[in-house]
């Protein structure tokens, strides 16, 4: 039986015109069946039947209290967890959910060019790109580094654009456990020509494949 997924585009904040995009690159990239939802009552009942859950550049506040304690449970007990890119900008009312993603989106410089470099090509995620790859997106800086709760895969070059205020550690990709679930998240995809790119899509399908627990913790 093919992989089940959940993908959830709620948005009660902005919201990027790359979610369709984005929902079809999920549902063409591997073997999966996809259930896309924007209702927060698919968190109050039983996800057992989902070997992950992707929260595709949500925003704001996309959960009732229940499905919190729902989500929350999910992962504790083994679920795989996927954000991308305004996905950080999600739930800042809910402290777990910050500790769960990893870190909170700050802000972006303008829509550009710039340069991702990989750190770890031991990774579903990353294995397939080259150490330096040139990409465009908004390049996003977040409220904390999550470098000491989480194993990074890539970072940002702020040298290679405008703009951009962590420094020399910037992190734009990286993964980490959460009690017995996996959590991988990815900065990049907010334009919906990056969810035609074959390397971003392999790269997507890469971090969903190690948060549904296959390959190297």
Known sequence: MPARLLVYTRTTDYRHESIQAGVEAVRTAG?????HTEDPGAFERPLDAYSAVVFLSTSGEVLTPAGRERLAAYVESGGGFVGVHAAAC???????YGDLLGARFERHPEYQPGKVVVEDRDHPATRHLPAVWDFVDEWYDFRANPRKAARVLARADESS???????????????????AGR??????????EAYEDPDFRAHLLGGITWARNQGAL
């Not at 999600?90 to 777990?96: A, N």
Request: charge should be negative.
């Open 31 to 35: 073997d999966f069946e996809v259930d």
């Open 90 to 96: 999600t739930e800042y009312d809910w402290p777990y």
């Open 161 to 179: 654009y405008e703009g951009g205020r962590m420094g020399a550690d910037h992190p734009l990709v990286w993964c980490r456990a959460q009690g």
């Open 183 to 192: 959590v991988f998240y990815t900065a990049l995809g907010h334009a919906a």
